[in-house]
């Protein structure tokens, strides 16, 4: 990881907790790791504030535990944090929806590798 990367997530980090063990960023799944850096990366290009994706991944979190009060919305963390991206994305008009579920297709086909 770049010193800037490392900059910018540690700017993250002062609106928002993100799970960490021993220091390092948790991802369980190789998906995990790579909607955050996409997240991350769509931001540090300038392409939506860091606070607008922060809002939405608030909002998701709160309709989570809203829905199911039941389930540990830890445990869901990055799917909650790929919902918000995607309604991000669609309502900064970057992405149609017919765009999202071809890329969310190419991604998870492995015939998409790279974010931009």
Known sequence: MSQHAKSFIGSIEETMKLPRENGELIF??????????MAVLLSDKGLY?????????????GEAEKEHSETDVASSYYHLWAQALEKLLL???????EQLVKRTDEFTSGQRHHVC
């Open 28 to 37: 369980h799944n190789p998906w995990e790791s790579r909607i955050f850096a």
């Open 91 to 97: 309502e900064q008009h970057l992405l149609t929806q």
């Open 49 to 61: 504030p860091w606070k607008s994706f922060n809002g939405e991944f608030v909002k998701e979190i």
